[in-house]
């Protein structure tokens, strides 16, 4: 399953890209606003650092306006994906700007039903938001099953399972576990991933032992 890091903070990026940790980035207004930079900047900063897909989202809302955007965005970097939301208007976007072999993220995606239709649109990936769905006591995951159980029975569809809306670690285990393509988690639940109390424990005790040797390795 490929890690993309869902911010705009290009540190946070570099950090964690420097560890092999990260294959793509996605972005979207709120985190852009968040990072208080210039979107084409930051998206710039991002493609030259990692060399894997940049999701940079339109902010038009009929298609005319999403596929002008989405060129002007397109032509920042091979590595951008244009997100566009899942409305008609969008998945129009999609299809047009898919045929013309640019990455299209349709993002904002909660049921299978809208998942279908955007590969039919020929996204490349589809962002069904899992957090966003349990905050209404409808389970994310179980819309991931059936999105993921739905491609899988169509080998002509290649649109990949972008696992959006990420809140805990559990997210992540349960996406892998469903087979999912990618996941995109904001840092905190990436440094959340990385932490277990019974290795920090272990490494102390390693190291108090260590010392009662008087040895050293360099
Ligand atoms: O990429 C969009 C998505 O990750 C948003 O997450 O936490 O605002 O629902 P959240």
Known sequence: MKIFLDTANTDEVRKFLDAGLIDGITTNPTLI???????????????????????AEV???????????????AKISKYVAVKVPLTFDGLK???????????????????????????????TFISPFVGRLDDISISGMKIIEEICNIYAQYPSIHTQVLVASVRHPLHVVEAAQL??????????????????????????????????????IL
């Open 33 to 55: 606003a968040n990072s208080g930079r210039n979107l084409f900047e930051v998206i710039r900063e991002l493609a030259e650092m990692v060399n894997g897909p940049i999701s």
């Open 93 to 123: 976007a999609c299809h047009i700007l898919s045929k013309e072999n640019t990455m299209v993220n349709v993002t904002l995606c909660f049921s299978a039903t809208q998942a279908l239709l955007a590969a039919k649109a020929g996204a």
């Open 179 to 216: 087979g999912a393509d990618v996941v995109t988690i904001p840092t905190k639940v990436l440094e959340q991933m990385l932490k277990h109390p019974l290795t920090d424990r272990g490494l102390d005790s390693f190291l108090q032992d260590w010392k009662t040797t008087g040895q050293s």
């Open 59 to 73: 902010t038009a809302t009929d298609w005319q306006g999403m596929v002008a955007e989405g060129h002007k965005l």
